[in-house]
T-cell receptor
Framework: GQQVKQSSPSLTVQEGGISILNCDYENDMFDYFAWYKKYPDNSPTLLISVRSNVDKREDGRLTVFLNKSGKHFSLHITASQPEDTAVYLCAAGDNQGGSAKLIFGEGTKLTVSS | EAAVTQSPRSKVAVTGGKVTLSCHQTNNHDYMYWYRQDTGHGLRLIHYSYVADSTEKGDIPDGYKASRPSQENFSLILELASLSQTAVYFC?????????????FGEGSKLTVL
């Protein structure tokens, strides 16, 4: 089954609004949680990541919230801008035994309309 | 200067033919990965490697082989290409010692099997 799941394939937000992207995972052993951004015909790039020992991390307009008991994490983008339009991939993984693997969700296509 | 480079960037192959996708990294990272991207599936892990001359199966290894002849190079081999293997393939590297959830991706290789 899908270990990391993004239930919303698409999301549209007005410019200036808050974009909220959600991700659920199954494996209790996951220790790293990340959000990647991907433009069409480009490779994914890391936006922000957290480890399991924190439940929130902010970086500019980006905030990641981690709910370990609910096996859920989310990305909030404040003051959304048209250039935020892209596919957002959540990812989770662990580094047990040095395996350093990431499992990705299916992606959510965010459209910020002006 | 790109630290993870893939070749070819685009390839058309015939069903039943052999395809080799190559990846070269200059990050001095121990870990390398091959993912495939399909619409609606995000990125799925095919094979990965944490040391030269050794490879591990990811989540969807069937129909693929991998080769890691050196720390810098990691190849994905399709011995008998099939229509279902049409996809974009991404190579990535990471530093497990300082793993933060960040993978460094190549530009992608678009494979079309006819």
């Amino acid at each position: 089954g899908q270990q990391v799941k993004q239930s919303s394939p698409s999301l549209t937000v007005q410019e200036g609004g808050i974009s909220i992207l959600n991700c659920d995972y199954e494996n209790d052993m996951f220790d790293y949680f990340a959000w990647y951004k991907k433009y069409p015909d480009n490779s994914p790039t890391l936006l922000i990541s957290v480890r399991s020992n924190v439940d929130k991390r902010e970086d500019g307009r980006l905030t990641v919230f981690l709910n370990k008991s609910g096996k859920h994490f989310s990305l909030h983008i404040t003051a959304s801008q048209p250039e935020d339009t892209a596919v957002y991939l959540c990812a989770a993984g662990d580094n047990q035994g040095g395996s350093a693997k990431l499992i990705f969700g299916e992606g959510t296509k965010l459209t910020v309309s002006s | 200067e790109a630290a993870v480079t893939q070749s070819p960037r685009s390839k058309v192959a015939v069903t039943g033919g052999k395809v080799t996708l190559s990846c070269h990294q200059t990050n001095n990272h121990d870990y390398m990965y091959w993912y495939r991207q399909d619409t609606g599936h995000g990125l799925r892990l095919i094979h990965y490697s944490y040391v030269a001359d050794s490879t591990e199966k990811g989540d969807i290894p069937d129909g693929y082989k991998a080769s890691r002849p050196s720390q810098e190079n990691f190849s994905l081999i399709l011995e008998l290409a099939s229509l279902s293997q049409t996809a974009v393939y991404f190579c990535a590297s990471s530093d497990p010692g300082g793993f933060t959830g960040q993978l460094y991706f190549g530009e992608g290789s678009k494979l079309t099997v006819l």
